[in-house]
């Protein structure tokens, strides 16, 4: 018995030893020690086997599963933070896509218009002329004349000054606009009131959307007397960046409102129907901010030419694109050509064809 004994504790724990190592080497101990003191007190020895061997066996298994399941939970938990952060991202990007998307409609808008003429740039978004001003303008009080041609050196500047010099003799109360950033109608007339000229170009405030239009009117610079009941609001040099800048805002969105009212919102105002009987401006040779402001506010345009044939061919073509900006202010009038210098070949059939062809 004791010997039966000694052998089946010898071999069993060989291969219990063997079996349970690879399977916990601390438990593999355990039953081992537990083993020899059952076998050898009890002698129950393939009870004792099989017992230990299912206990083994189940604590292993949920040792296992214990871990395994730890280690799935843990990869779940990260896989669904991972999911509620990739969600998180895809609703962000379908904000943002949603706030791009009319952006890049008219960022194409834009490119587009930039490669295309000058006119389309000022046609990209639709026209509307407000009611107000509409009515304001068919009242003709005051009676606003813009003098333009695309055409430089034709005489534009000279005759505003000389028009308002003019009506403001005559007792009309007449207010020169210079919207070209050269300044030249500034120099002009300050020059002549005896006025010091600096670079000041007050005509940016026109454009600037300021609605305190009393301030505005105030802003004005008063040639009286030597130039009897005229006043100016003057350009300069850094007016041509501010008209860009406000251009391109418009063009992408960033203004609210439509910018090619801002001056005519201004001219028919109280504060300005008050204070003149006559508004002159004088436009650039460029379709500018300034320009189209111009046209969005005048009754009439007037449009001075040198008497040659060219540039009689020039006010056909001129005409032809203002007529582009018809819904912008459909009342607009053609008060006439007018021959400012003569051409380089003078003569009087010259003059006649020119007269012909601007027709
Ligand atoms: N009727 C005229 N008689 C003589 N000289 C004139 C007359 N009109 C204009 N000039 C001269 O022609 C030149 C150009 O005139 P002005 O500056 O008025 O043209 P403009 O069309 O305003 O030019 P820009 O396109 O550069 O603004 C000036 O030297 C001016 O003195
Ligand atoms: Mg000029």
């Not at 061997?53 to 990260?78: M, N, V, W």
């Not at 006559?278 to 402001?293: E, H, K, M």
């Not at 009754?299 to 819904?327: C, K, M, Y």
């Amino acid at each position: 018995m004791y010997v039966s004994g000694l052998f089946r504790v010898g071999f069993r724990s060989v291969w219990l030893w063997t079996a349970t190592a690879y399977l916990c080497n601390l438990h593999g101990v355990l039953y081992g020690i537990g083993e020899l003191f059952v076998v050898s007190v009890t002698g129950l020895g393939p009870i004792a086997d099989a017992a230990g061997i299912f206990a083994l066996g189940t604590g292993a298994g949920f040792f296992t599963r214990h871990i395994l399941r730890r280690i799935i939970d843990g990869d779940l938990i990260e896989c669904q933070w991972k999911r509620q952060e990739l969600d998180d991202g895809l609703k962000a990007a379908t904000g943002e896509l949603g706030e791009i998307r009319p952006q890049l409609i008219s960022l194409n808008k834009l490119r587009d218009a930039l490669t295309g003429e000058e006119d389309e740039l000022w046609r990209l978004h639709a026209v509307e002329m407000p009611p107000a001003i509409a009515s304001a303008l068919a009242q003709n009080l005051p009676k606003i004349v813009t003098v333009m041609h695309l055409k430089g050196g034709v005489g534009k500047t000279t005759t505003v000054a000389n028009l308002a010099a003019h009506f403001g003799k005559k007792g009309k109360r007449v207010l020169a606009i210079d919207l070209d950033y050269q300044g030249s109608l500034s120099r002009m007339l300050m020059l002549a009131a005896n006025i010091r000229n600096k670079d000041d170009p007050r005509a940016i405030n026109l454009l600037s959307g300021d609605q305190d239009f009393a301030a505005l009117q105030r802003q004005v610079i008063s040639l009286h007397p030597t130039l009897e009941n005229v006043d100016l609001i003057s350009c300069g040099q850094t007016f041509d960046r501010f008209e860009n800048r406000l251009m391109l805002r418009w063009l992408i969105g960033d203004e609210t409102d439509d910018v090619r009212y801002r001056l005519a919102s201004a001219l028919t105002s109280q504060p300005f129907r008050d204070s003149y009987d006559l508004i002159l401006i004088d436009a650039p040779p460029r379709l500018s901010t300034g320009a189209i402001n111009a046209l969005a506010s005048s009754q009439v345009v007037l449009i001075p030419t040198v008497l040659d044939r060219l540039s009689a061919e020039a006010v056909g073509n001129f005409i032809s694109r203002l007529n582009h900006f018809r819904p912008m202010n459909p009342a607009l009038q053609y008060a006439g050509v007018i021959g400012t210098l003569r051409g380089q070949i003078g003569g009087a059939d010259v003059k006649e064809g020119a007269f012909e062809i601007a027709q």
